[in-house]
């Protein structure tokens, strides 16, 4: 299936994925996509942004036109890009949509990125196990979770496909499954807390 997109992925061009409702899209984002783009020696970084996350009520999700082009407006001036692809694949799985990816951008090198926040829940996704066989996983570290991430499901699961953090310049060349627990700076905001304090 071909879609139509701006996005392109020359070859062997490096992309770090960061997924989620972006609800709203703030500087924590922005945060671990920037501190992708230096440790990973990526070019780009591209946010994909849900229609509606299976894990989380559609009870005061904004629509998501409003969503993306608050993701782009931050996203605005950095090797970022906000899209909507998940809507154009019509995917619903994270699984899903990293093996559309894959298939739709064959010369991309591409990172499935996230916070120790998810890596500690990452094995309610649907076919999780999966995803870290789609291609490298860069974790970073989130304020209180990073801990009990290093002893989540999936760390003790894929524990003999680690990486050091000084390999990970070169994680988006590597075959998968490997990954990389990158204890980098962290912060704290969050969109929940956004959202209650408006």
Do not use: C
Not at 26 to 46: M, N, R, T
Not at 94 to 121: E, R, S, Y
């Amino acid at each position: 299936m071909t879609i139509n997109t701006s996005l392109q992925a020359s070859k062997g061009q490096r992309i770090g994925l960061l997924g989620g409702s972006f609800n709203p899209a703030h500087e924590g984002h922005l945060h671990i996509s920037k501190l992708a783009l230096k440790h990973l020696g990526l070019d780009e970084v591209w946010w994909l942004v849900s229609p509606q996350n299976p894990l989380k009520p559609a009870l005061g999700m904004a629509p998501l036109d409003q969503r993306l082009a608050a993701a782009t407006e931050l996203a605005n001036g950095h090797a970022i890009r906000a899209t909507d692809i998940e809507r154009d694949l019509g995917t619903r799985y994270t699984v899903d949509t990293l093996a559309a990816i894959g298939d739709q951008f064959p010369d991309g090198k591409f990172v499935w990125l996230m916070g120790a926040d998810n890596l500690i829940q990452i094995d309610q996704w649907a076919r999780w196990d999966q995803l870290f066989e789609l291609m490298p996983v860069a974790v970073f570290a989130r304020p209180e979770y990073s801990e009990r991430a290093e002893n989540a499901k999936a760390s003790r699961n894929f524990a003999r496909f680690r990486v050091n953090s000084d390999q990970a310049e070169e994680l988006a060349v590597m075959s998968p499954p490997v990954w990389v627990f990158l204890k980098t700076p962290e912060n704290p905001i969050s969109a929940t807390e956004i959202r209650a304090r408006d």
